[in-house]
């Protein structure tokens, strides 16, 4: 099978810089909804619906665009099958940490409503494990041989 064309690496840098753009205010809300004083915002003990949603949705963010940047540098290249396989850890991740964060809203947790939600030791190590399955699937999706490549040296002469 032919490799795709080469393409002008233009479009590359500018995904690159929305991905870094994209996580970085993915990790703002995140911080918002998981830690409210840093920014002076705390007005309860207990992590409420509302602080669990914005965490959430600041890692759905942080995703996408952890996604869009790495997607970026595999432009004029076939991706491999573990950055496909990456792409779907990613998403299982999440869905894992949606799931294990809003397991009392689903009914699935401690406090099912009509009770107020509350965010538990066990839904704190579901988002957890979540977010290590994120991590693992980001991990896949780096194109290694294209840092391997740099190292080598041909006649020599560093490539």
């Known amino acids: 099978m032919k490799e795709p064309k080469k393409t002008n690496n233009k479009n590359g840098n500018l995904r690159e810089k929305a991905g870094v753009i994209l996580t970085m205010l993915g990790l703002f809300i995140f911080l918002l909804g998981a830690e409210p004083s840093f920014f002076g915002l705390d007005r309860s003990v207990v992590v409420g619906y509302i602080q669990i949603a914005v965490f959430l949705f600041g890692l759905a963010v942080m995703c996408l ?4 940047g790495l997607d ?3 432009i004029g290249r076939r991706k491999t099958i573990s950055a496909d396989i990456g792409l779907r850890f990613v998403a299982t991740g999440y869905v894992l940490s949606l799931v ?6 689903f009914g699935l947790g401690t406090r099912p409503l009509p009770g107020v939600p509350f965010f538990g030791y ?11 399955v994120i991590a693992i699937g980001f991990l896949m999706m780096i ?9 080598k040296k041909k006649d020599g002469k560093e490539l």
């Open 72 to 74: 970026s540098v595999w």
């Open 122 to 132: 066990w839904q704190a190590r579901g988002v957890l494990l979540g977010e290590i």
């Open 143 to 151: 194109p290694y041989s294209r840092l391997w490549k740099r190292g």
């Open 100 to 105: 294990s964060g809003m397991a009392d809203v």
């Open 65 to 68: 665009g952890g996604y869009v």
